[in-house]
């Protein structure tokens, strides 16, 4: 099965609860680095190999909870894999976009929650940044969603529900 975009998004549409119950959605686990990629090959929870092609336009990044198709019984969504990271606390706003933007001048991937914190990869280089600048943070694992690079969207077609199958693309890995 190919699926060629995103036709919806489970938490964004209530299909989940807070305790992420699937209600029989097949998954196909992602690491934060594959959810940037357009075109991928992976296996889901059940067994199903599928592969992922996006297109080039609009820019797209896969999230938590992407419904991938939601054909019959080809009931297919994202499920981010947790990873360790940075987690950066500040009550200042000034001090958030401060830190940001050092970040962001070093171009690594980051995110910014609703919350009001700052996630980042965990390196070295990282940690002493985070040093220099004296500020609060702590390590935890979590599901890491960065900012899409060069200011892309994430985009949704909700009027557009079905998946195309190309089988030439099926046997290219990616």
Known sequence: MICNQIVGNAFA???????????????????WDECAKRILRKKTNRGREIGISLPLQPQTSLRHGDILTREGKGKVLVSLQ??????????????????????GNRHLPLEVTDSGEIVLL???PTKVLL??????YETQCRRFQ???????????DHDHHHDHVDQSLMGSKQ
């Open 122 to 124: 965990i390196d070295d």
């Open 82 to 103: 947790p990873c360790d990271v940075f987690v950066v606390f500040s009550e200042s706003t000034k001090e958030l976009g401060l830190i940001a933007y050092e970040f």
């Open 13 to 31: 549409e209530g299909l989940t609860h807070e305790n992420e119950e699937l209600r029989g959605f097949e998954t196909v686990e992602l690491t």
């Open 146 to 156: 960065p900012i899409p690079k060069g200011g892309g969207h994430h985009h949704h």
């Open 131 to 136: 040093n220099k600048l004296h500020v609060q």
